[in-house]
């Protein structure tokens, strides 16, 4: 079965950084778009960034210029660097895969089949 290991979470302070991994699975890893989602205390899930097969990337605009998210396909892995980290960025960031549909950019957690168990980012002020 497809199994998402997210791991790389941790506590840092603001203007720290921190790389999160996502080891994928029971999957044709090259095949498939790979997303970044955090969900914040009391909010709804939102997406960060997307690497689509081709490694077409796409960032929410909260993101852009400071995370940058990759891949290695042979190591079935998508990685998410995060810096100049703030408090806002606090949330459990997710992982998600999606198998590749031509040139549609997921960036919709609706889109998304598989999802790891998220791993917790906490950024103190």
């Known amino acids: 079965q497809v199994q998402l290991v997210e791991s790389g979470g941790g506590l840092v302070q603001a203007g720290g950084s921190l790389r999160l991994s996502c080891a994928a699975s029971?999957?044709?890893?090259?095949?498939?778009?790979m997303g970044w989602f955090r969900q914040a205390p009391g909010k709804e899930r939102e997406f960060v960034a997307t690497?689509?097969?081709?490694?077409?990337?796409v960032y929410t605009d909260s993101v852009k210029g400071r995370f940058t998210i990759s891949r290695d396909n042979a190591e079935n892995t998508v990685y998410l660097q995060m810096n100049s980290l703030k408090p806002e960025d606090t949330a459990v960031y997710y992982c998600?895969?999606?198998?590749?549909?031509?040139?549609?950019?997921?960036?919709?957690?609706?889109?998304?089949?598989?999802w790891g168990q998220g791993t917790q980012v906490t950024v103190s002020s």
């Open positions: 029971g999957l044709t890893f090259s095949s498939y778009d």
């Open positions: 998600a895969a999606v198998y590749s549909t031509g040139a549609l950019i997921p960036t919709s957690e609706k889109l998304y089949t598989y």
């Open positions: 690497i689509k097969w081709s490694a077409v990337r």
